[in-house]
């Protein structure tokens, strides 16, 4: 039998239709690449995603998705400016925070997930730094061991001035010449394996203002200048005693206190 050019033309088109179609029904082909990290094949996190395996193409929101973290989370965590903080691709921290002392990147998404869930996470090559709000939300969330929170106290960096960048996509325009870039210092702490400092019983009414840490009062903050009405709608009820310690009052009435914290030093912010 004779095949023609016409029919080889043919059975190669049907072949190669066929030949997708079952890859389809199949699972075999896809269309578009899949973002899904490994997962871990024993211990206690057998079947759950591996934090480690987390890459920089990711994005905030898919990161939050796979690993089921609030994107309000994960915005307070790493400063993210809005609008659609979930469309920040994990490859820009460092390019968004390229005037820091030490690199806030992929690793430093690595290991707030796997601290925020209680997954096993093991520093590599390099030290993984977070930012204060990061290390305050973990505190106050997470399960973290003693060595964990003495090597984030060691870990942790203060952001002096807010990033003054707009990012509405996962490919985020470089910070040009003449942005705000973010100033950080690293907050003295103690080495890895000693305690944290015991807090004083008696208010520092002498720390910077704008800057709110786990032992700043109400009364502080009347004293940086913002009003009580403000402090009232910012903490969303009236003011309790002025001397109390804000992160105490705050964890008492079953809220979140890094999220009043943004809230408060973004007021401050915005009055100075």
């Known amino acids: ?37 490994a997962r871990f094949k024993d211990g206690e ?8 395996d987390i890459r920089g193409s990711y994005t905030f929101g898919e990161v939050s998705e796979l690993f089921e973290i609030p994107i309000e989370d994960l915005q307070i965590a790493f400063n993210l400016p809005d609008p659609n903080p979930s469309d920040f691709a994990l490859k820009e921290l460092e390019t968004f925070y390229a005037g ?39 505190k106050e969330k997470a399960d973290l061991s003693s060595d964990w929170i ?36 690293v907050t003295p ?23 709110m840490t786990g032992q700043t009062t109400f009364q502080e903050l009347l004293d940086w200048g913002i009003s009580v009405e403000d402090l009232e709608k910012a903490v969303g009820q009236k003011l309790p005693d002025l001397n109390l310690i804000i992160k105490d009052w705050v964890t008492a009435q079953g809220k979140t206190f890094s999220t009043v914290k943004f809230a408060i030093e973004a007021l401050y912010d915005a009055q100075n």
Not at 45 to 52: E, H, V
Not at 192 to 211: L, N
């Open 150 to 185: 003495s090597y984030l106290d060691a870990h942790s960096l203060e952001l002096v001035s807010q990033p003054q960048v707009n990012i509405s996509a996962p490919s985020a325009t470089p910070l040009s010449e003449g942005t705000a870039t973010p100033i950080a210092e």
């Open 45 to 52: 996190s057998a079947g759950q995603y591996d934090p480690s």
């Open 1 to 37: 039998m004779k095949i023609t050019t016409r029919s080889m033309t043919l059975i190669v088109v049907f072949l190669l239709v066929g030949g997708i179609g079952l890859s389809i029904a199949l699972g075999a082909w896809a269309t578009e690449t899949n973002k899904v990290p």
């Open 189 to 211: 702490s103690p080495e890895r394996g000693s305690k944290t400092p015991a807090a004083s019983g008696t208010p520092d009414h002498t720390r910077e203002p704008g800057k």
């Open 100 to 138: 820091l002392e030490a690199e806030i990147g992929t690793s430093s998404v690595r290991l707030f997930t796997a601290l925020y869930h209680g997954l096993p996470y093991e520093i590599t090559s390099e030290d993984a730094w977070l930012l204060s709000p990061a290390v305050e939300l973990l």
